[in-house]
């Protein structure tokens, strides 16, 4: 089936080590983004790209990069600059340009900084 | 700024009630709206969306209303069960955007 995949579902993480969250989709999208969820609250873009080897910055970019070697994968890295990391992240996809604007989402990973 | 915010963040309801859910936004420019239903754990699905050129959509069990004069959305949930259950978020988009800005959330909790 087509859907967007994110791994690990749950990652524990001591503090000042960078973790790698992975995304991938088949739906053959052309864009791709990733969301901080925190308790209570609504979503906050972190990074979206519309295009391979094309990426911008989103509203709480501060402390995490990403790259888009290829339209499959969106994988986002958590460094160590980030000072309050733990959270649930959303990656998602989306036609772009062009499209309806309706986001298709994975279905989360958790991290915790222990 | 402009942003699209939720005036309930909790909303009860008993089984087989109706349910509603609001949502206003403050960008003028939208013209494509969405409702996401997400349950606990897991990320969020597309419930509905509605375009600024109509006031009404209907789908299974759901209709979405848009007031364009006191920018002004809403989600209503007919015969509500307990599978409803999860936070529903809006979303919008204007300009062609794909960039979709989303509200807080209203979380509804449904009781047998």
């Known amino acids: 089936d087509g859907g967007i995949t994110q791994s690990p579902k749950y990652l524990f993480r001591k503090e000042g080590q960078n973790v790698t969250l992975s995304c991938e989709q088949n739906l053959n999208h052309d864009a791709m983004y990733w969301y901080r969820q925190d308790p209570g609250q609504g979503l906050r873009l972190i990074y979206y790209s519309q295009i391979v080897n094309d990426f911008q910055k989103g509203d709480i970019a501060e402390g995490y990069s990403v790259s888009r070697e290829k339209k499959e994968s969106f994988p986002l890295t958590v460094t160590s600059a980030q000072k309050n990391p733990t959270a649930f992240y959303l990656c998602a996809s989306s036609k772009g340009t062009g499209g309806t604007g309706e986001l298709f989402f994975g279905e989360g990973s958790r991290l915790t900084v222990l | 700024g402009e942003s699209v915010g939720l005036h309930l963040p909790t909303l009860s309801v008993q089984e087989g009630d109706n349910s509603i859910i609001n949502c206003a936004y403050s960008?003028?420019?939208?013209?494509?709206f969405i409702w996401y239903k997400q349950e606990s754990g897991k990320g969020p699905q597309f419930i509905i969306d509605i375009r600024s050129n109509m006031d009404k959509r209907q789908g299974q069990r759901v209709t979405v209303l848009l007031n364009k004069t006191v920018k002004h959305l809403s989600l209503q949930i007919a015969a509500t069960q307990p599978g409803d259950s999860a936070v529903y978020f809006c979303a919008e988009n204007s300009g062609g955007s794909y960039i979709p800005t989303f509200g807080r959330g209203t979380s509804l909790i449904v009781h047998p």
């Open positions: 960008n003028s420019a939208s013209d494509y």
